[in-house]
Protein backbone atom coordinates (compact mmCIF):
# COMPACT_ATOMS: atom_id res chain seq x y z
CA UNK A 1 0.00 0.00 0.00
CA UNK A 2 2.90 2.77 0.35
CA UNK A 3 3.85 2.37 -3.50
CA UNK A 4 0.85 4.00 -4.57
CA UNK A 5 1.11 6.92 -1.42
CA UNK A 6 4.40 7.40 -2.71
CA UNK A 7 3.47 7.62 -6.13
CA UNK A 8 0.99 9.83 -5.94
CA UNK A 9 2.89 12.02 -3.75
CA UNK A 10 6.14 12.37 -5.85
CA UNK A 11 3.95 13.17 -9.20
CA UNK A 12 1.73 15.76 -7.02
CA UNK A 13 3.90 18.79 -7.55
CA UNK A 14 4.73 17.63 -11.52
CA UNK A 15 1.11 19.08 -12.36
CA UNK A 16 1.22 22.69 -10.48
CA UNK A 17 4.39 23.15 -11.86
CA UNK A 18 3.63 22.15 -15.44
CA UNK A 19 0.71 24.38 -14.98
CA UNK A 20 3.22 27.09 -13.40
CA UNK A 21 5.31 26.77 -16.42
CA UNK A 22 2.27 27.24 -19.12
CA UNK A 23 0.88 30.24 -16.93
CA UNK A 24 4.39 31.84 -17.38
CA UNK A 25 4.95 31.08 -21.13
CA UNK A 26 1.22 32.64 -21.22
CA UNK A 27 2.27 35.94 -19.35
CA UNK A 28 5.50 36.15 -21.54
CA UNK A 29 3.36 35.52 -25.30
CA UNK A 30 2.44 38.51 -26.66
CA UNK A 31 -0.07 36.97 -29.04
CA UNK A 32 -1.38 35.50 -25.25
CA UNK A 33 -1.87 39.30 -24.46
CA UNK A 34 -3.62 40.51 -27.29
CA UNK A 35 -5.85 37.44 -26.95
CA UNK A 36 -7.19 38.73 -23.19
CA UNK A 37 -6.73 41.83 -24.84
CA UNK A 38 -9.39 41.63 -26.78
CA UNK A 39 -11.73 39.32 -24.46
CA UNK A 40 -11.61 42.03 -21.88
CA UNK A 41 -12.59 44.60 -24.22
CA UNK A 42 -15.70 42.38 -24.86
CA UNK A 43 -16.36 41.41 -21.70
CA UNK A 44 -16.54 44.87 -20.91
CA UNK A 45 -18.24 46.41 -23.54
CA UNK A 46 -20.62 43.52 -23.45
CA UNK A 47 -21.37 44.05 -19.46
CA UNK A 48 -22.09 47.76 -20.05
CA UNK A 49 -24.22 47.43 -22.67
CA UNK A 50 -26.38 44.44 -20.71
CA UNK A 51 -26.70 47.22 -17.65
CA UNK A 52 -28.35 49.67 -19.96
CA UNK A 53 -30.51 46.93 -21.24
CA UNK A 54 -31.93 45.57 -18.17
CA UNK A 55 -31.64 49.35 -16.82
CA UNK A 56 -33.71 50.13 -19.27
CA UNK A 57 -35.77 47.68 -19.06
CA UNK A 58 -36.42 47.91 -15.02
CA UNK A 59 -36.93 51.52 -14.86
CA UNK A 60 -39.35 51.40 -17.71
CA UNK A 61 -41.26 48.72 -15.71
CA UNK A 62 -41.84 50.77 -12.35
CA UNK A 63 -42.74 53.78 -14.62
CA UNK A 64 -45.79 52.13 -16.26
CA UNK A 65 -48.65 52.10 -14.71
CA UNK A 66 -50.26 49.34 -13.13
CA UNK A 67 -54.35 48.91 -12.68
CA UNK A 68 -56.02 46.87 -10.60
CA UNK A 69 -59.51 45.46 -11.38
CA UNK A 70 -62.08 45.17 -8.99
CA UNK A 71 -63.37 42.29 -9.50
CA UNK A 72 -59.82 40.52 -9.63
CA UNK A 73 -57.89 42.20 -7.25
CA UNK A 74 -55.30 39.72 -7.24
CA UNK A 75 -54.35 39.81 -11.45
CA UNK A 76 -52.04 42.98 -11.06
CA UNK A 77 -50.22 41.67 -8.41
CA UNK A 78 -49.51 38.13 -10.11
CA UNK A 79 -48.46 40.18 -13.11
CA UNK A 80 -46.48 42.25 -11.51
CA UNK A 81 -45.02 39.25 -10.10
CA UNK A 82 -44.02 37.71 -13.42
CA UNK A 83 -42.69 40.75 -14.85
CA UNK A 84 -40.38 40.76 -12.37
CA UNK A 85 -39.79 36.73 -12.93
CA UNK A 86 -39.13 37.22 -17.06
CA UNK A 87 -36.78 40.10 -15.93
CA UNK A 88 -34.61 37.99 -13.59
CA UNK A 89 -34.20 35.33 -15.94
CA UNK A 90 -33.35 37.94 -19.14
CA UNK A 91 -30.55 38.61 -16.37
CA UNK A 92 -29.62 35.38 -15.90
CA UNK A 93 -29.43 34.18 -19.64
CA UNK A 94 -27.87 37.52 -20.78
CA UNK A 95 -24.89 37.07 -17.77
CA UNK A 96 -24.41 33.68 -19.29
CA UNK A 97 -24.63 34.65 -23.03
CA UNK A 98 -22.14 37.32 -22.21
CA UNK A 99 -19.63 34.75 -20.67
CA UNK A 100 -20.16 32.64 -23.24
CA UNK A 101 -19.15 35.04 -26.15
CA UNK A 102 -16.60 36.51 -23.93
CA UNK A 103 -15.16 32.84 -24.08
CA UNK A 104 -15.16 32.82 -27.51
CA UNK A 105 -13.86 36.12 -28.08
CA UNK A 106 -10.62 35.37 -26.33
CA UNK A 107 -10.60 32.34 -28.71
CA UNK A 108 -11.22 34.27 -32.12
CA UNK A 109 -9.21 37.52 -30.27
CA UNK A 110 -6.24 34.20 -29.92
CA UNK A 111 -6.48 33.23 -33.57
CA UNK A 112 -6.91 37.34 -34.72
CA UNK A 113 -3.70 37.94 -32.99
CA UNK A 114 -1.84 34.80 -34.00
CA UNK A 115 -2.09 36.02 -38.05
CA UNK A 116 -1.49 39.56 -37.20
CA UNK A 117 1.74 38.60 -35.56
CA UNK A 118 3.03 36.33 -38.19
CA UNK A 119 5.46 38.76 -39.63
CA UNK A 120 6.99 38.91 -36.33
CA UNK A 121 7.65 35.22 -36.29
CA UNK A 122 9.06 35.58 -39.96
CA UNK A 123 11.06 39.08 -38.77
CA UNK A 124 12.17 36.63 -35.49
CA UNK A 125 12.94 33.33 -37.27
CA UNK A 126 15.05 34.97 -39.87
CA UNK A 127 17.05 37.18 -37.54
CA UNK A 128 17.82 34.46 -35.40
CA UNK A 129 19.68 32.93 -38.87
CA UNK A 130 21.44 35.41 -40.19
CA UNK A 131 24.80 35.57 -38.96
CA UNK A 132 28.48 37.25 -39.99
CA UNK A 133 28.37 34.79 -42.64
CA UNK A 134 24.85 34.84 -44.02
CA UNK A 135 24.12 38.65 -44.21
CA UNK A 136 22.94 38.57 -47.75
CA UNK A 137 19.59 37.14 -46.61
CA UNK A 138 16.96 39.54 -46.08
CA UNK A 139 13.31 39.55 -44.42
CA UNK A 140 11.38 41.01 -47.44
CA UNK A 141 8.04 40.74 -46.13
CA UNK A 142 6.10 42.18 -48.94
CA UNK A 143 2.72 44.06 -48.99
CA UNK A 144 0.58 45.03 -47.46
CA UNK A 145 2.24 47.72 -45.84
CA UNK A 146 1.68 48.09 -42.38
CA UNK A 147 4.04 48.85 -38.80
CA UNK A 148 5.39 45.39 -39.50
CA UNK A 149 6.43 45.68 -42.78
CA UNK A 150 7.77 49.05 -42.46
CA UNK A 151 9.68 47.33 -39.49
CA UNK A 152 10.95 44.69 -41.44
CA UNK A 153 11.69 47.02 -44.01
CA UNK A 154 14.06 48.71 -41.91
CA UNK A 155 15.63 45.73 -40.33
CA UNK A 156 16.40 44.80 -44.13
CA UNK A 157 18.23 48.14 -44.53
CA UNK A 158 20.09 47.36 -41.42
CA UNK A 159 21.24 43.98 -42.39
CA UNK A 160 22.55 45.58 -45.89
CA UNK A 161 24.25 48.33 -44.09
CA UNK A 162 25.61 45.40 -42.16
CA UNK A 163 26.65 43.66 -44.71
CA UNK A 164 28.47 46.35 -46.56
CA UNK A 165 30.50 46.34 -43.53
CA UNK A 166 31.78 43.03 -43.24
CA UNK A 167 32.19 43.07 -46.89
CA UNK A 168 34.57 45.70 -46.46
CA UNK A 169 36.43 44.77 -43.85
CA UNK A 170 36.97 41.40 -45.58
CA UNK A 171 38.38 43.21 -48.95
CA UNK A 172 41.10 45.28 -46.60
CA UNK A 173 42.29 42.31 -45.08
CA UNK A 174 42.49 40.72 -48.16
CA UNK A 175 43.83 43.62 -49.73
CA UNK A 176 46.12 44.81 -47.46
CA UNK A 177 47.78 41.21 -46.72
CA UNK A 178 48.12 40.91 -50.51
CA UNK A 179 49.57 44.63 -51.39
CA UNK A 180 51.89 44.34 -47.94
CA UNK A 181 53.63 41.72 -49.09
CA UNK A 182 55.69 43.29 -51.43
CA UNK A 183 57.07 46.41 -49.83
CA UNK A 184 57.27 44.45 -46.52
CA UNK A 185 60.01 41.82 -48.26
CA UNK A 186 61.51 44.51 -49.71
CA UNK A 187 61.96 46.15 -46.69
CA UNK A 188 63.23 43.23 -45.13
CA UNK A 189 65.61 42.15 -47.71
CA UNK A 190 67.04 45.59 -47.57
CA UNK A 191 67.79 45.67 -43.76
CA UNK A 192 69.04 42.45 -44.13
CA UNK A 193 71.55 43.20 -46.94
CA UNK A 194 72.33 46.14 -44.92
CA UNK A 195 73.59 44.52 -41.58
CA UNK A 196 74.78 41.17 -43.38
CA UNK A 197 77.64 43.85 -44.88
CA UNK A 198 80.60 43.58 -43.28
CA UNK A 199 82.36 46.49 -44.88
CA UNK A 200 78.99 49.01 -44.11
CA UNK A 201 79.83 52.54 -44.01
CA UNK A 202 77.92 55.10 -42.62
CA UNK A 203 77.28 56.60 -45.59
CA UNK A 204 75.48 52.99 -46.94
CA UNK A 205 73.56 52.62 -43.28
CA UNK A 206 72.31 56.17 -43.90
CA UNK A 207 71.24 55.15 -47.50
CA UNK A 208 69.80 51.72 -45.95
CA UNK A 209 67.58 53.73 -44.03
CA UNK A 210 66.48 56.63 -46.02
CA UNK A 211 65.13 53.04 -48.57
CA UNK A 212 63.32 51.60 -45.63
CA UNK A 213 61.94 55.22 -44.36
CA UNK A 214 60.73 55.36 -48.57
CA UNK A 215 59.31 52.01 -48.56
CA UNK A 216 57.69 52.69 -44.81
CA UNK A 217 56.10 56.01 -46.33
CA UNK A 218 54.70 53.77 -49.44
CA UNK A 219 53.25 50.95 -46.98
CA UNK A 220 51.73 54.34 -44.67
CA UNK A 221 49.80 55.78 -48.08
CA UNK A 222 49.01 52.32 -49.12
CA UNK A 223 47.13 51.60 -45.70
CA UNK A 224 45.21 55.06 -45.82
CA UNK A 225 44.19 54.55 -49.25
CA UNK A 226 42.84 51.07 -48.02
CA UNK A 227 41.04 52.80 -45.10
CA UNK A 228 39.56 55.36 -47.37
CA UNK A 229 38.17 52.81 -49.68
CA UNK A 230 36.77 50.29 -46.64
CA UNK A 231 34.97 53.68 -45.55
CA UNK A 232 33.88 54.52 -48.67
CA UNK A 233 32.12 50.76 -49.28
CA UNK A 234 30.83 50.75 -45.18
CA UNK A 235 28.62 53.48 -46.04
CA UNK A 236 28.13 57.08 -44.46
CA UNK A 237 27.52 57.39 -40.88
CA UNK A 238 27.33 61.18 -41.04
CA UNK A 239 24.99 63.68 -43.44
CA UNK A 240 25.45 67.60 -43.64
CA UNK A 241 25.71 70.02 -45.95
CA UNK A 242 28.84 71.54 -47.41
CA UNK A 243 29.59 73.67 -50.40
CA UNK A 244 31.23 71.21 -53.16
CA UNK A 245 32.91 74.23 -55.01
CA UNK A 246 34.66 74.81 -51.14
CA UNK A 247 35.57 71.77 -51.33
CA UNK A 248 37.47 71.40 -54.45
CA UNK A 249 39.11 75.03 -54.27
CA UNK A 250 40.83 73.96 -51.19
CA UNK A 251 41.70 70.40 -53.18
CA UNK A 252 43.52 73.05 -56.08
CA UNK A 253 45.33 74.86 -53.66
CA UNK A 254 46.32 72.19 -51.57
CA UNK A 255 47.93 71.05 -54.80
CA UNK A 256 49.51 73.99 -56.60
CA UNK A 257 53.17 73.07 -55.81
CA UNK A 258 52.71 69.80 -56.95
CA UNK A 259 51.32 71.28 -60.06
CA UNK A 260 53.93 73.65 -60.53
CA UNK A 261 56.83 71.09 -60.11
CA UNK A 262 55.33 69.13 -63.00
CA UNK A 263 54.52 72.69 -65.30
CA UNK A 264 51.07 71.49 -65.20
CA UNK A 265 48.44 74.02 -65.72
CA UNK A 266 45.31 73.75 -63.55
CA UNK A 267 42.18 75.60 -64.53
CA UNK A 268 39.29 76.28 -62.23
CA UNK A 269 35.96 77.25 -63.27
CA UNK A 270 33.98 77.00 -59.65
CA UNK A 271 30.34 78.34 -59.37
CA UNK A 272 28.36 77.73 -55.71
CA UNK A 273 27.75 73.92 -56.23
CA UNK A 274 25.83 73.34 -52.59
CA UNK A 275 25.31 69.29 -51.68
CA UNK A 276 24.77 66.78 -48.77
CA UNK A 277 26.93 63.99 -47.48
CA UNK A 278 30.05 63.70 -45.75
CA UNK A 279 32.95 66.65 -46.69
CA UNK A 280 35.66 64.56 -45.45
CA UNK A 281 34.87 61.85 -47.73
CA UNK A 282 34.02 64.15 -50.29
CA UNK A 283 37.19 66.26 -49.88
CA UNK A 284 39.11 62.42 -50.14
CA UNK A 285 37.12 62.00 -53.67
CA UNK A 286 37.97 64.92 -55.31
CA UNK A 287 41.84 64.38 -54.01
CA UNK A 288 42.52 61.51 -55.47
CA UNK A 289 40.57 63.06 -58.76
CA UNK A 290 43.16 65.69 -58.90
CA UNK A 291 45.81 63.58 -57.93
CA UNK A 292 44.49 61.23 -60.93
CA UNK A 293 44.41 64.29 -63.12
CA UNK A 294 47.94 65.64 -62.02
CA UNK A 295 50.12 61.66 -61.96
CA UNK A 296 49.25 60.66 -65.32
CA UNK A 297 49.66 63.89 -67.41
CA UNK A 298 52.45 65.18 -69.69
CA UNK A 299 54.53 67.58 -68.83
CA UNK A 300 53.21 70.89 -69.19
CA UNK A 301 50.00 69.50 -69.50
CA UNK A 302 46.21 70.69 -68.29
CA UNK A 303 44.18 69.79 -65.65
CA UNK A 304 40.31 71.37 -65.42
CA UNK A 305 37.91 71.54 -62.21
CA UNK A 306 34.72 72.71 -62.93
CA UNK A 307 31.59 72.33 -60.31
CA UNK A 308 27.77 73.89 -60.35
CA UNK A 309 24.15 72.59 -60.33
CA UNK A 310 23.05 70.42 -62.48
CA UNK A 311 19.22 69.23 -63.05
CA UNK A 312 20.21 66.28 -61.02
CA UNK A 313 22.30 68.04 -57.80
CA UNK A 314 25.70 69.31 -57.31
CA UNK A 315 28.20 68.69 -60.20
CA UNK A 316 31.73 68.15 -60.46
CA UNK A 317 33.36 67.79 -63.77
CA UNK A 318 37.57 66.41 -63.56
CA UNK A 319 39.40 66.48 -67.18
CA UNK A 320 42.80 66.34 -67.93
CA UNK A 321 45.24 65.91 -70.81
CA UNK A 322 47.78 63.03 -70.60
CA UNK A 323 47.96 58.98 -72.41
CA UNK A 324 45.05 58.18 -74.64
CA UNK A 325 42.83 55.47 -72.91
CA UNK A 326 40.99 53.21 -74.95
CA UNK A 327 36.99 53.33 -74.21
CA UNK A 328 36.97 49.39 -73.04
CA UNK A 329 39.96 50.19 -70.28
CA UNK A 330 37.49 53.02 -68.82
CA UNK A 331 35.92 50.73 -66.12
CA UNK A 332 39.01 48.96 -65.34
CA UNK A 333 40.63 51.83 -63.58
CA UNK A 334 38.23 51.98 -61.14
CA UNK A 335 39.03 48.21 -60.17
CA UNK A 336 41.08 48.47 -56.62
CA UNK A 337 45.11 47.86 -57.88
CA UNK A 338 44.10 48.14 -61.51
CA UNK A 339 47.18 49.23 -63.99
CA UNK A 340 46.81 49.68 -67.19
CA UNK A 341 50.10 49.30 -69.44
CA UNK A 342 51.33 51.86 -71.64
CA UNK A 343 52.54 54.50 -68.73
CA UNK A 344 49.31 54.69 -67.64
CA UNK A 345 50.23 53.81 -64.12
CA UNK A 346 52.79 52.27 -62.11
CA UNK A 347 53.90 51.29 -59.03
CA UNK A 348 56.29 54.11 -58.58
CA UNK A 349 53.44 56.24 -59.74
CA UNK A 350 50.78 54.95 -56.99
CA UNK A 351 49.22 52.01 -55.84
CA UNK A 352 45.85 51.88 -58.31
CA UNK A 353 43.37 52.87 -55.65
CA UNK A 354 42.41 56.65 -56.62
CA UNK A 355 39.75 55.78 -58.98
CA UNK A 356 38.69 52.69 -56.90
CA UNK A 357 38.31 55.34 -53.69
CA UNK A 358 36.57 57.60 -55.81
CA UNK A 359 33.81 55.18 -57.05
CA UNK A 360 33.52 53.59 -53.72
CA UNK A 361 32.48 57.26 -51.99
CA UNK A 362 30.42 58.06 -55.02
CA UNK A 363 28.42 55.26 -54.50
CA UNK A 364 27.87 55.55 -50.76
CA UNK A 365 26.49 59.06 -51.36
CA UNK A 366 24.07 58.11 -53.85
CA UNK A 367 25.99 60.11 -56.47
CA UNK A 368 26.25 59.62 -60.07
CA UNK A 369 29.12 59.01 -62.01
CA UNK A 370 30.68 59.13 -65.55
CA UNK A 371 34.09 58.44 -66.71
CA UNK A 372 35.17 59.28 -70.52
CA UNK A 373 38.19 59.38 -72.52
CA UNK A 374 39.29 63.03 -72.58
CA UNK A 375 39.47 65.05 -76.10
CA UNK A 376 42.95 65.28 -75.32
CA UNK A 377 44.08 62.15 -73.85
CA UNK A 378 43.50 61.48 -70.10
CA UNK A 379 40.37 60.86 -68.24
CA UNK A 380 36.71 63.08 -68.29
CA UNK A 381 35.33 62.49 -64.82
CA UNK A 382 31.69 63.62 -64.50
CA UNK A 383 29.81 62.76 -60.46
CA UNK A 384 26.66 64.28 -59.94
CA UNK A 385 25.40 64.26 -55.98
CA UNK A 386 21.87 64.10 -55.11
Known amino acids: MATPILTSTASSPAGPGALTAFVRSLRKSLRARLAVLYGAL ?3 SGAALLLLVVGGVGS ?3 EAPVTFSASRPALGQVAASQHGTDLHQL ?6 ALGIMGVLSVLLG ?3 AGRVLRPLRTITATAREISATNLNRRLDLGSPENELTELGSTLDELFGRLEASFESQRHFVANASHELRTPLAAERALLQVAVADPEATVASLREACGEALRLEAEQERLIDGLLTLATGERGLERWEGFDLDRVAAAVVDARAAEADAGRLRVRTALSPAPATGDPVLVASLVANLVDNALRHNYAGGEVDVSS ?5 GARLVVSNTGPPVRPEDVDRLFLPFERL ?6 RRQGHGLGLAVVRAIASAHGATMTAVPGRRGGLEVTIVFP
Open 308 to 312: DVASG
Open 42 to 44: FLG
Open 341 to 346: AGGRTS
Open 91 to 96: AVFSVL
Open 60 to 62: SSR
Open 110 to 112: WAI
